[in-house]
Structure formats: C-alpha cells, structure tokens
C-alpha cells in the first residue's frame, strides 16, 4: 500500500479541543448570525452568494465523490488533494452562507410577494412541494449543523496516519456530508424562485 506520510504530529487532546472549539463558535456563529440581517445596499445582488453556495455545493459534491473514487483506486495522495478542497470549499461556503444571511434575511418557500408572509392562496399555490421542501430543510439543517466535527476529525485521522481511524470514521463522516452538500443545491433550487 502506498499511503501518504502522516503531516501532523499525533496530539488527540489539543485536536479534541480545538475541533470541538471551533465547530461550537462555527455553530453559533452560523446560527446567530443567519437570523440577523443588516440594511445596507452593498451595490450588488446579494443573491449573487445563494448561487455561490449552490454552486460551492455542487463542487464539493463533485469532490466528495472523486474522492471516493480515488481511494478505492488507492490513489491516495489525489484523495487527500481532493478532499482537503472540499474542506477549504466548505469554509468558503460558510462565509458565503453568512454573508448571504446577514445582506438577504430569510426567504419563505412560496412567498412569491416577498412580503415576509405566507398567504392562504400562496400556500395553496406552492402545493405540495412546500412539503417536500421543508422535509429536505428539516434534514439538511441538522445534519449541516452536527457534520463539521466529523470531517475535522475524520481529516485530522488522515493527517495523523490513523487511517484505520480514518476509514472507519469516513464511513459515517462522508455520506452525510455528501447528502447536505446534494440537499444544499436541492434547496436552492427549490427556493431560488422565491428570492426577492
């Protein structure tokens, strides 16, 4: 087998503590900051970051299942390459994510008067797509929200040569990242009608 070089130097405790620490300040940043929403005209459209993320989405996607292929190839090296853009991409997205927030507020599916409320006849008018949309919602949250710490660690087991570790948590870590990636542009799809 022709696995890569360990990069870092084996410390489980400070890892622990930092990946715990940031994905907690990544969470609440992420969840305070999504519901606050700042009136300035920034002099361009702000839905210009909902088409980033979804685009940032779709290549992570992209990445994280080139990323399987490559290791089940045992092109090893080419998967640390790609799965260490996917992370960096993730990142880029989170800010992206936050900016859109803070510029845009929120959206309702079906809102098609932009007005902040969902009417009878615009309930009636988004059927039952409203369902299936909220449904995704309701699972792509949570999952977005709880996943960060399992790449962190999934990747700090790569970068330490733990990979046994490593394979055993990408077995969780990857398919539910790759489902909030798909689910993410799913969502936009869906919601990107009713931006105002």
């Given amino acids: 087998m ?43 459209d702000v839905r210009i970051f909902a088409r980033a993320n979804a685009f940032i989405n779709a290549t992570v996607s992209l990445l994280l299942v080139a990323g399987m292929i490559t290791v089940k190839k045992k092109r090893y090296e080419l998967h640390r390459r790609m799965m260490s853009a996917a992370i960096l991409l993730s990142v880029l997205f989170l800010l992206s994510y ?3 927030h803070l510029l845009a507020g929120e959206t309702r599916y079906g809102d098609v008067d932009h007005d902040g409320l969902l009417s009878a006849e615009e309930k009636a008018a988004a059927g039952s797509a409203r369902l299936i949309y909220y449904s995704l919602l309701g699972t792509h949250i949570p999952l977005a929200g709880i996943i960060l710490p399992f790449i962190l660690f999934t990747a700090y087991r790569s970068m330490t040569g733990e990979y046994e570790k490593h394979r055993r948590l990408a077995r969780i870590t990857w398919p539910v990242w790759l489902y909030v990636s798909v689910t993410g542009v799913i969502i936009y799809l869906m919601i990107n009608p009713y931006y105002g």
Avoid at 2 to 14: C, E
Avoid at 17 to 30: D, H
């Fill in 2 to 44: 022709n696995l890569p070089l360990p990069v870092w130097k084996k410390n489980d405790r400070r890892a622990r503590v930092l990946i715990i620490g940031l994905s907690v300040v990544v969470f609440i940043a992420v969840v305070v900051l999504g519901r606050v929403k700042v009136d300035v005209d920034p002099g361009f």
């Fill in 98 to 100: 936050v900016a859109h």
